[in-house]
């Protein structure tokens, strides 16, 4: 064996793969397919991640573009990206049942816009037109919101007051382009209000951090999520503009170019918000079988945070459960 082979080695990043939200958002699914039944329909992929919709389907889950799809009589379940009042509105026209599964880091946003919009403020969304989460939000108070897509849309920002603007962004971008656009706003708008915490969620910003610390250590950076996960894709982005020489966004091992580890000794790795660790765990057996068995790694922050499920279905399970109980004793539940 030689030195340089010897050499080779991944650094795993930590924390990685699934939040909080999204690790709701997927129990929820699996927990309305045991409480009721296939199938239950999912408006939108209920996380933007290949493998877990596909898994999720072969368990009864039907993915639906509209809830205008959903036959009457139904379950139809809302995605962690939030949907916008109208959406609510098809489904009771439609006679659905309703199970929200909106990241609750996402309905902070929601509430944000509906607060200041009925104080008549313009607000500003960062965030990528067409992404879900945005129209989503930008749905709770349409006549308020001017999307801006990054520092190069700044220019174009037109307000009824400059005195009353404030500023919102989708969750799942990159920290530093937001700050970036923000800046950017405040020098046109300099009474630019910002949100009462940070938009950007926990996660996103902790597995930035962490890509960051692999990125300048690492001669390649393979970031495990879906081309169209918002915040996988921004991770690509942080690494490359960390000055890392090469990054790509992966959803499976089979997906990775042998080419790419060519000169290459250090690889990091790490995975999107809506990724599970089983397909990490792919990527890094296939490095190994590729003479990169050597695994250290890098943990930049700890997270612990836990979401209850959707209140529908915990109001339904504990019915279940006290309907159980009064079976087997005979007496109600307390």
Known sequence: MTAQTQARRVLLAA????????????????????????PVYVRHEIVHNKYVVQTLEKKGAIFVDQATEVPPGNIVMFSAH????????????????????????????????????????????????????VIGTSGEAPDHITLVD??????????RDESRVVWLSQTTLSVDETMETVDALKEKFPNLISPPSDDICYATQNRQIAIKELAVQSDLVIVVGSKNSSNSQRMVDVAKQAGCPEAHLVDFASEIDETWLDGVTTVGVSSGASVPDILVEEVLAWLSEKGYGDVEIVKTAEESLTFSLPKELRRDLRAEAATLIEERTGRPAS
């Open 150 to 159: 990054g520092p190069e849309d700044v220019a174009n920002v037109e307000v």
């Open 15 to 38: 924390p990685r793969g699934y939040c909080a939200g999204v690790d709701r958002a997927v129990i929820a699914v699996e927990k309305a397919l045991e409480q009721y039944g296939a």
């Open 82 to 133: 939030g949907v916008a009042p109208s959406v609510h509105e098809e489904a009771r026209e439609g006679r659905l049942a309703t199970i929200d599964a909106t990241c609750p880091l996402v309905t902070k946003v929601h509430k944000e816009a509906v607060r200041f919009a009925n104080e008549d403020y313009d607000i500003l969304l960062i965030g990528h037109e067409g992404h879900e989460e």
